[in-house]
């Protein structure tokens, strides 16, 4: 085998806020968190259109997680996830970027502690290097490809795909899957982490220069 060069992409995701999420609690609210995956294949033309007529709920491993937002159905995130996306070009670089799309796939769910975590909605929507989008809400949708009931369910996100590479030592060349992560354990409330405060370091206080002895006479 011929060894090569990886390359390595970076999309960049905010989860903002989502709106009008469906009732699902016994009082008619819901406890909701969404998880993210990005894919560099589409399976089953599971993009197409942008997911707006997939059926099926996504199976692939979630990469990243929400917190759980408890007893809200327009719950605010503001929560950041970076994504790693390797390439191995085989032709030209500006050739390979053109063709480099990929797939985030987005799911809501509402938590539950005793039962199933239950689907609210979902997105998948299709990247190319060089997008970007501020602030943007995207309509979920129902198992069935098809708009939720009742008033329009979004969710609102920031996407930057940029067009910078960073190298990677050479590796031998193989087929690129999508980095599965292991799923978080159900129905366990991840806590959120604490911000990490800047300790200045300690100065170190000057050295008085060595007093000669008196030589004897």
Known sequence: LVKTTTMVLKVYVTVHSAAN????DTFGSADPYVCLTLVDTDPINMCHNNCSNTKGAFTVIPQHKTQI????????????????????????IVHDLQNQDVYLLLT???WNRVHDDEFLGKIGIKLRPGVQYDHASFVLYDVDG????GPQSTVTLSISF???LASMPP??????TPTKVPESPKNVEQPKSSPVSSVPLPVPEPVPDPVPEPVPA
Do not use: G, W
Request: aromatic share 6%.
């Open 162 to 164: 940029p067009l910078t």
């Open 108 to 110: 809501v769910s509402d």
């Open 146 to 149: 098809r708009p939720l009931k």
């Open 171 to 176: 590796t031998m060349a193989q087929s690129v």
């Open 21 to 24: 999420l469906p009732k699902v």
């Open 69 to 92: 937002i408890k007893n809200n159905l327009h719950p605010v995130f503001q929560e950041s996830f970076v994504f790693d996306h390797s390439i191995i070009p085989e032709r030209s």
